[in-house]
Nanobody
Framework: QVQLVESGGGLVQPGRSLRLSCAASGGIFHFYAMGWFRQAPGKQRELVATITTGGTTNYVDSVKGRFTISRDNAKNTVYLQMNSLKPEDTAVYYC???????????WGQGTQVTVSS
């Protein structure tokens, strides 16, 4: 069973940046597509960015041009660089493995991102 540990969240002002990390263990990391999800208070969890085993990326429209997902297979880690943060980016951010169109039985603890002046 893959274990996931997210980190890097915090409180930032609008327009600033954060870099999230997700460390994976217990599986063969480079076999999996990886994704970043977020869940804002009172809202459903949404998939915001994905990266395939080959490095192809995809983003939800609301973060395109601002967020960048990347992976380091040697470190079993996936990253989310978040620039030009907006208050509407406030959420708990989670990572998970693909495929993404399925119910998940496991989530890590997530990392809180709060964008506020």
């Amino acid at each position: 069973q893959v274990q996931l540990v997210e980190s890097g969240g915090g409180l930032v002002q609008p327009g600033r940046s954060l870099r999230l990390s997700c460390a994976a263990s217990g599986g063969i990391f480079h076999f999996y597509a990886m994704g970043w999800f977020r869940q804002a208070p009172g809202k459903q969890r949404e998939l915001v960015a994905t990266i395939t085993t080959g490095g192809t990326t995809n983003y939800v429209d609301s973060v395109k041009g601002r967020f960048t997902i990347s992976r380091d297979n040697a470190k079993n880690t996936v990253y989310l660089q978040m620039n030009s943060l907006k208050p509407e980016d406030t959420a708990v951010y989670y990572c998970n493995i693909g495929p993404f169109n399925r119910p998940y039985s496991y989530w890590g603890q997530g990392t809180q991102v709060t964008v506020s002046s």
